[in-house]
């Protein structure tokens, strides 16, 4: 069982960063992939980026390729998104999901957080 807590969300302009967390309970987290997902107003669920358990491979949507950076720090059973040179249209509740296979599909990530709020001003 893994619960995961998400935390750095807020409202910036058009341009600058932000740095979202994901605080992971459970002894097993380093075992897992863990995925970033964002979901806009009307829109349905999207992957954004992911990261295997060691932390050696990711691999980013198109949309945020050259502007997102995932991490992990198993140590601290924390998984990270950092978001530079944001725009509107980033403007959605950040999920991260924990799961077993390095896929974009969100029904195969297993657990999942309440999500937090990023709103990108113009």
């Known amino acids: 069982q893994v619960q995961l807590v998400e935390s750095g969300g807020g409202l910036v302009q058009a341009g600058g960063s932000l740095r979202l967390s994901c605080a992971a309970s459970g002894r097993t987290f380093s075992t897992y992939v863990m995925g970033w997902f964002r979901q806009a107003p009307g829109k349905e669920r999207e992957f954004v980026a992911r990261i295997t358990w060691s932390g050696g491979t990711t691999y980013y949507a198109d949309s945020v390729k050259g502007r997102f950076t995932i991490s992990r720090d198993n140590a601290k059973n924390t998984v990270y998104l950092q978001m530079n040179s944001l725009k509107p249209e980033d403007t959605a509740v950040y999920y991260c999901?924990?799961?077993?296979?390095?896929?974009?599909?969100?029904?195969?990530?297993?657990?999942w957080g309440q999500g937090t709020q990023v709103t990108v001003s113009s």
């Open positions: 999901a924990a799961g077993r296979l390095a896929t974009m599909r969100d029904r195969q990530y297993d657990y």
